[in-house]
C-alpha cells in the first residue's frame, strides 16, 4: 500500500522524460513560432493518425469497465478525442488545404505506429488502471507542454499560425479533460500493491518515452 497518490509518482518518474520534451527543438519551435511549417505538417498529420487509435485505447475501457458509469467515463473520452481534441487539427487541415482523405492516404511513421501498437497492446492485456496510465501519459504531457508554453512565454498563445495550436492545449476545457484523466488514474489505482504500480510505472514511463520519440520523428520527419 502507498501513501502518496499513484498519479504523483507516475509524474515523477516520467519527470525527466517530459523535460526533455519541453526542451525538444520542435516543442520550442511551437512556443516561439520558428518552427518550420513543413515539419509541423508532418506532425500534424502523423498525429491526427495518432488520435484515431488513441480514442481506440480508450475504448478498451468501455469494453472492460464493470460498471455503467465507468463505461460513461470512457466513452465521453472517446467523443472528446473525435469532436473536440482533434477538431484542432481539422482547423489546421482546412487552413493548410489538406483534405481527410489526404490524411489516410499518409504513411504512418514507424514511432507512430509502434507507440500505438504499444498502448493498444497494453489495453488488451491489462486493467482498467493500465488503459489509463498509457492514456496519461499522452494527455498530461500536452497539458503541461501547452500550460508551460502559455505560462513562460504568454505571446504564443497570439501567434498567428501556432497560436491556435498552444491555446487549444493550455485551454481550460482541454486542462479540465487531463485533470478528470489524473483524478481517475489516483481511483483506479486506489490500495494497489507496489508490484501492481510498478506496472503502471512501466506503462506510463514506456508512453513517456515514446512521447519524446514522437517529436523525434516529427522533427526529423522521419518515417
Same mark, same amino acid.
Given at each position: 500500500m502507498m501513501n502518496a497518490p499513484v498519479s504523483s509518482r507516475l509524474h515523477e518518474a516520467a519527470r525527466p522524460i517530459w523535460e526533455q520534451c519541453h526542451a525538444h527543438p520542435f516543442v520550442r519551435g511551437l512556443a516561439d513560432g520558428s518552427l518550420d511549417p513543413e515539419k509541423f505538417r508532418f506532425f500534424l498529420l502523423q498525429d491526427y493518425l495518432y488520435l484515431y487509435d488513441y480514442a481506440k485505447v480508450?475504448?478498451?475501457?468501455?469494453?472492460?469497465? /464493470?460498471?455503467?458509469e465507468l463505461m460513461r467515463v470512457f466513452a465521453e473520452n472517446v467523443d472528446a478525442i473525435l469532436g473536440g481534441e482533434m477538431n484542432i487539427h481539422r482547423t489546421y487541415m482546412a487552413r493548410m488545404g489538406i483534405s481527410e482523405e489526404q490524411v489516410f492516404s499518409v504513411q504512418p511513421a514507424l514511432a507512430n505506429l509502434s507507440y500505438t501498437h504499444y498502448m493498444l497492446s497494453a489495453a488488451a492485456a491489462g486493467s482498467t488502471a493500465d488503459i489509463v496510465a498509457a492514456i496519461l501519459s499522452c494527455s498530461w504531457s500536452y497539458a503541461e507542454?501547452?500550460? /508551460?508554453m502559455a505560462k513562460d512565454r504568454p505571446e504564443s498563445v497570439n501567434h498567428p499560425f501556432y497560436g491556435e495550436w498552444v491555446s487549444g492545449y493550455a485551454g481550460g476545457d482541454y486542462q479540465a479533460t487531463n485533470d478528470a484523466l489524473i483524478a481517475l488514474m489516483d481511483q483506479l489505482a486506489e490500495g494497489c500493491s507496489e508490484a501492481e504500480y510498478r506496472r503502471l510505472e512501466e506503462i506510463f514511463v514506456t508512453c513517456s518515452r515514446y512521447e519524446l520519440g514522437f517529436w523525434d520523428m516529427a522533427w526529423n520527419q522521419e518515417l
Open positions: 480508450f475504448a478498451y475501457g468501455v469494453i472492460k469497465a /464493470r460498471d455503467q507542454i501547452g500550460s /508551460r
